[in-house]
């Protein structure tokens, strides 16, 4: 009875081994000296370890919307391309469509200065 339970058991261990062995080896062989540079502000121009309160520039939300549009647009385009004979010109011109929408938005955003980072 116990042996029909071997292969889940098996499955834990090495999925257990597969998460927390690298964590574990990194521990042991990288060194932690922590200096000015690594704890310094990366990518998003703020201390890391300041009030929780403090206030973000909307900018940074704007490009987080941004990626998820574009993000979303490719996710979208994938399944397209692999149907695409099947849905004929029909599903063609949806598309055209859909991405005529998400061009003029990324022209708007282009013209309204929402890409630049000062």
């Not at 889940?8 to 080896?25: N, T």
């Not at 206030?55 to 919307?65: Q, T």
């Amino acid at each position: 009875m116990l042996e029909n339970y071997f292969p889940i058991l098996l499955f834990i261990l090495v999925g257990l081994a597969v998460g927390v062995g690298p964590l574990v080896l990194s521990r042991l062989v990288s060194p932690s000296k922590p200096d000015f540079a690594k704890n310094s502000p990366y990518e998003c121009g703020f201390e890391a370890f300041e009030d929780a309160r403090m206030k973000f520039d909307v900018r940074y939300y704007l490009v987080a919307i941004l990626f998820i549009l574009f993000d979303l647009e490719i996710a979208f385009l994938f399944p397209w391309a692999v149907v695409l004979q099947e849905i004929g010109l029909f599903g063609f011109l949806a598309m055209m469509v859909f991405l005529g929408v998400l061009v003029i938005g990324f022209i708007y955003e282009w013209m309204k200065g929402a890409l630049e980072w000062d």
